[in-house]
């Protein structure tokens, strides 16, 4: 059965991406190299929103183990994902795009407030979208703000990047003989506890009818080709 083709899909890609070979932080020729496969879909037709993570920079539950108050913790990593989403917005627009950081927390010297009619609006009118501050709220991660703006934005499907090159049965990196599925079903994941996204993530795309399509998004070329049913990937449904 051939598929309907994406024509508006939600890329999540965690902050750790956007460190390239560094340790720490934001590395510049990183993001030009996602801007590039952004851009790429762009110029192939679909429309792209985008959720930048913003644990290369600070993740809550890291301030709460050491014994700060969670919610300034959580705030200080939703900081996180804004500033990943300005470096992505300022190298877009150094390579001629037009692209607009939305933010679920109000700051309007910097950018604008995220609102679900903005942001399809911007889609429509060929624009990238950088969502950025995840929910706006503590206690949660990037993966759920992604597949929030995803059902919000009427995406047709949330694009989960990834350090391998789909759902495995164990963690590949550890595991030889982990078996990797072409196709798993929101409820399989949820049962056999295999974590590609949080929970909570998972019940929005499931009970909201978005499929998760996860890929390596270390590979150049990956989501272009993932988005042509080409290359490696695991598309996780209902069914
Ligand atoms: N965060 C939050 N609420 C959200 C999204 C993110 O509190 O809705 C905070 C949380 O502290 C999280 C950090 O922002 O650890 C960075 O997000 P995440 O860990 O999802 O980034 P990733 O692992 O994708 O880089």
Redesign the pocket.
């Known amino acids: 059965m051939t598929r309907k083709p994406y024509t508006r899909i939600l890329l ?6 956007l460190m390239g070979e560094k340790p720490f932080g934001i590395d510049l020729e990183t993001v030009g190299r996602i801007a590039d496969e952004i851009i790429t879909c762009a110029d192939r037709g679909a429309q792209v929103a985008l959720v ?12 709460a183990a050491k014994g700060m108050d969670r919610v300034a ?6 900081m ?2 804004v500033m ?1 989403a300005l470096a992505m917005q300022g190298v877009l627009k150094s390579k001629g795009r037009d692209a607009r950081v939305l933010s ?1 927390i109000a700051m309007p010297t910097v950018c604008e407030t995220y609102s679900a009619s903005k942001g399809i609006h911007h889609l429509e009118a060929g624009r990238i979208v950088i969502c950025a ?13 992604a597949a929030l703006r995803a059902c919000e934005l009427q995406c047709d499907a949330l694009f989960k990047g990834t350090s391998v090159d789909g759902v495995y049965s164990a963690d590949p990196k550890s595991d030889p003989s982990a078996k990797r599925f072409e196709h798993i079903t929101f409820s399989e994941i949820l049962s056999r506890d295999l974590r590609i996204m949080d929970p909570a993530a998972i019940a929005l795309a499931r009970d909201n009818g978005i499929p998760v399509v996860v890929f390596s998004i270390r590979t150049p070329g990956a989501v272009a080709d993932v988005l042509n049913g080409g290359g490696r990937f695991t598309t996780v449904t209902k069914d």
């Open positions: 999540k890609v965690s902050g750790e991406v930048i993570g913003g644990g290369n920079i600070f993740r809550g539950l890291a301030g913790a959580d705030h200080m990593g939703i996180a994902t990943n679920a501050a995840g929910t706006g709220l503590p206690f949660f991660t990037t993966d759920t703000g």
